[in-house]
């Protein structure tokens, strides 16, 4: 027991002398922990930075670290925009290997107080109309660049049958059948991807798809979905070659997945 003291004590002695927290990256700035590179999510570290730490102890800056928020965008809360309480809750297993995008389709918001009365219609229906427990998507994303809280990082949504219990859907709240979401609604829905991987909820190997990659609909619109096509994360489901169809069952879907 003592030997494992004497351990401790010294590995906590070391990691006080690294050059890893005073080095100012020119990204992230002095965000950098020395941690196990396998815990570094994108691979965002520096070599020879944890100087007295093993091999595979390396320098991690936050945008890539699997704790902390320095990553986050700001997110309207549930307590920020009024929502109901939920039903019933169920806890979702963490880290997903999916994001799953879509639009609400109807109107745009562009600010915050036309959002939150969008949040609320949203919910009402979900809950009123669907029945269903709670306002359906993980988060929501408005082109007034804010972030809002639907059922979180934590509870399984209901927004993509066959997914709700291993991804984050995030939808961005307008028809982007015609028109991509604006620059500001983009760069939220990127930051808060990047957020769910810092908190170790979201793989940071996860696999982008949009909703219509996984049912029979035309969400999250085809400006939108060719725009996420673009994106490093976004994987067709079609692996075997054969082309898309938007009919494949369900079942499908998730065995070619698994
Ligand atoms: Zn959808």
Same mark, same amino acid.
């Given at each position: 027991?003592?030997?494992?003291?004497?351990?401790?004590?010294? @590995?906590?002695? /070391?990691?006080?002398? #690294?050059?890893?927290?005073?080095? %100012?990256?020119?990204?992230?700035?002095? *965000? !950098?922990? &020395?941690?196990?590179?396998?815990?570094?999510?994108?691979?965002?570290?520096?070599?020879? @930075?944890?100087? /007295?730490?093993?091999? #595979?102890?390396?320098?991690?800056? %936050?945008?890539?670290?699997?704790?902390? *928020? !320095?990553? &986050?965008?700001?997110?309207?809360?549930?307590?920020?925009?009024?929502?109901?309480?939920?039903?019933?809750?169920?806890?979702?297993?963490?880290?997903?290997?999916?994001?799953?995008?879509?639009?609400?389709?109807?109107?745009?918001?562009?600010?915050?107080?036309?959002?939150?009365?969008?949040?609320?219609?949203?919910?009402?229906?979900?809950?009123?109309?669907?029945?269903?427990?709670?306002?359906?998507?993980?988060?929501?994303?408005?082109?007034?660049?804010?972030?809002?809280?639907?059922?979180?990082?934590?509870?399984?949504?209901?927004?993509?049958?066959?997914?709700?219990?291993?991804?984050?859907?995030?939808?961005?709240?307008?028809?982007?059948?015609?028109?991509?979401?604006?620059?500001?609604?983009?760069?939220?829905?990127?930051?808060?991807?990047?957020?769910?991987?810092?908190?170790?909820?979201?793989?940071?190997?996860?696999?982008?798809?949009?909703?219509?990659?996984?049912?029979?609909?035309?969400?999250?619109?085809?400006?939108?979905?060719?725009?996420?096509?673009?994106?490093?994360?976004?994987?067709?489901?079609?692996?075997?070659?054969?082309?898309?169809?938007?009919?494949?069952?369900?079942?499908?879907?998730?065995?070619?997945?698994?």
């Amino acid at each position: 027991m003592l030997f494992l003291f004497a351990i401790a004590a010294l @590995l906590v002695t /070391s990691i006080v002398g #690294d050059s890893c927290e005073s080095y %100012s990256h020119p990204q992230y700035g002095k *965000t !950098g922990k &020395c941690i196990q590179t396998s815990k570094c999510s994108n691979s965002n570290y520096i070599s020879n @930075l944890c100087e /007295s730490q093993p091999a #595979d102890i390396k320098c991690c800056f %936050s945008a890539g670290t699997t704790t902390g *928020t !320095g990553n &986050c965008p700001s997110i309207i809360s549930r307590a920020g925009w009024g929502a109901r309480a939920a039903t019933s809750k169920t806890n979702m297993a963490t880290p997903v290997s999916y994001v799953v995008v879509h639009h609400t389709t109807g109107g745009t918001c562009t600010t915050k107080d036309s959002c939150i009365s969008k949040m609320k219609g949203f919910q009402n229906y979900h809950m009123d109309s669907n029945g269903w427990a709670d306002i359906g998507y993980n988060f929501l994303v408005g082109e007034d660049g804010n972030v809002y809280e639907g059922r979180g990082w934590s509870l399984v949504g209901a927004h993509c049958i066959g997914y709700n219990s291993k991804s984050i859907g995030i939808s961005v709240i307008g028809d982007y059948t015609s028109l991509k979401p604006n620059t500001a609604a983009l760069n939220a829905v990127k930051a808060l991807i990047q957020c769910g991987i810092s908190k170790g909820i979201i793989q940071s190997n996860y696999i982008l798809r949009g909703h219509r990659d996984l049912d029979s609909t035309s969400c999250p619109g085809n400006t939108f979905y060719a725009e996420i096509k673009t994106w490093p994360a976004y994987r067709s489901v079609q692996r075997i070659g054969s082309t898309p169809s938007f009919n494949t069952p369900e079942d499908y879907l998730v065995m070619q997945d698994m």
